[in-house]
T-cell receptor, first 109, second 117 residues
């Protein structure tokens, strides 16, 4: 059974810092990994999708990497802004689509 | 990206009544949609996979007669919470894939918050 964990559970940083969110999964037989953002009381916004054959994807200030063999993915956020404050969820698509518990990010002005 | 819309975004009902939540793919066809439930400060839990023209596939522990799913067209899936009770209060979210993209990327609706009094 696929298990997905995310570290840290919560993170508070001053504006402008670069930061890294971590996602780990136990079963490396995946099709892809997706990072989402969720604002309080809202649905999920897709940030980046990494296919199993890819090692990283970039979108603006976001960069996500995937090491399938070690069961890890990282989301790098450059020059963080208060508007980045949200919960970030990773999800792996394998036999089932499984979400991690999320990292609650607060970027302080 | 593709747009998935949910309605209503929030609903309050009395215990014992039934509530229907709609999930629509606005600019693409979705043969498969997914329904999730999210409790406060917790991650999403898959409830069921909705298949157009056939019965939904429910996850273990999800009551089929409690949570009725209908996927009558390629752009609409509905979740009906029957005889709702306060413990059914939660945030319900649907998602869908764009088959033509062939990437497996999931797109989510805005969610529907159900409060049962």
């Amino acid at each position: 059974k696929q298990e997905v964990t995310q570290i840290p559970a919560a993170l508070s940083v001053p504006e402008g810092e670069n930061l890294v969110l971590n996602c780990s999964f136990t079963d490396s037989a995946i099709y892809n990994l997706q990072w989402f953002r969720q604002d309080p009381g809202k649905g999920l916004t897709s940030l980046l999708l990494i296919q199993s054959s890819q090692r990283e994807q970039t979108s603006g200030r976001l960069n996500a990497s995937l090491d399938k063999s070690s069961g890890r993915s990282t989301l790098y956020i450059a020059a963080s802004q208060p508007g980045d404050s949200a919960t970030y969820l990773c999800a792996v698509d394998g036999q089932n689509f499984v979400f991690g518990p999320g990292t609650r990010l607060s970027v302080l002005p | 990206g593709a747009v998935v819309s949910q309605h209503p975004s929030w609903v309050i009902c009395k215990s014992g009544t039934s509530v229907k939540i709609e999930c629509r793919s606005l600019d693409f066809q979705a043969t498969t949609m997914f329904w999730y439930r999210q409790f406060p400060k917790q991650s999403l839990m898959l409830m069921a996979t909705s298949n157009e023209g056939s019965k939904a596939t429910y996850e273990q522990g999800v009551e089929k007669d409690k949570f009725l799913i209908n996927h009558a067209s390629l752009t609409l899936s509905t979740l009906t919470v029957t005889s709702a009770h306060p413990e059914d209060s939660s945030f319900y979210i649907c998602s869908a894939r764009v088959a033509s993209l062939n990437t497996g990327e999931l797109f989510f609706g805005e969610g529907s918050r159900l409060t049962v009094l």
